[in-house]
């Protein structure tokens, strides 16, 4: 399985940007799916997850209300829209698939991992 991670940047405190994450794998759509982040100097941290149905999904409490995740299995796509951006979502972001979710922010529930985008907010 291959993941794609794109769509980082440079913005400015308050804008928007959406992350994709392209998957190889073709039976994507049976899998949950989970961006994750990692400031420099920090442990990687869970951002938010989908099911692979989309019916169920599952935040951060600091994303909440402001990042939205969703996938589109007919593209094997899994996105992140983030709104509302703060300094302190400066990080690389990891898109995630997971074939046994044990909890959603535990990493090992995630054998295969994207190359990662980062993403620099400004003050």
């Known amino acids: 399985v291959q993941l794609q991670a794109s769509g980082g940047g440079l913005v400015q405190a308050g804008d928007s940007l959406t992350l994709s994450c392209v998957a190889s794998?073709?039976?994507?759509?049976?899998?949950?799916m989970a961006w994750f982040r990692q400031a420099p100097g920090n442990q990687r941290e869970f951002v938010a997850g989908?099911?692979?149905?989309?019916?169920?999904?599952y935040y951060a409490d600091s994303v909440k209300g402001r990042f939205t995740i969703s996938r589109n299995n007919a593209k094997n796509t899994v996105y992140l829209q983030m709104n509302s951006l703060k300094p302190e979502d400066t990080a690389v972001y990891y898109c995630?698939?997971?074939?046994?979710?044990?909890?959603?922010?535990?990493?090992?529930?995630?054998?295969?991992w994207g190359q990662g985008t980062q993403v620099t907010v400004s003050s």
């Open positions: 995630a698939v997971s074939t046994y979710l044990i909890t959603w922010q535990d990493r090992a529930s995630y054998p295969y």
């Open positions: 794998w073709r039976t994507i759509g049976s899998a949950a």
């Open positions: 989908i099911t692979w149905s989309s019916s169920s999904t």
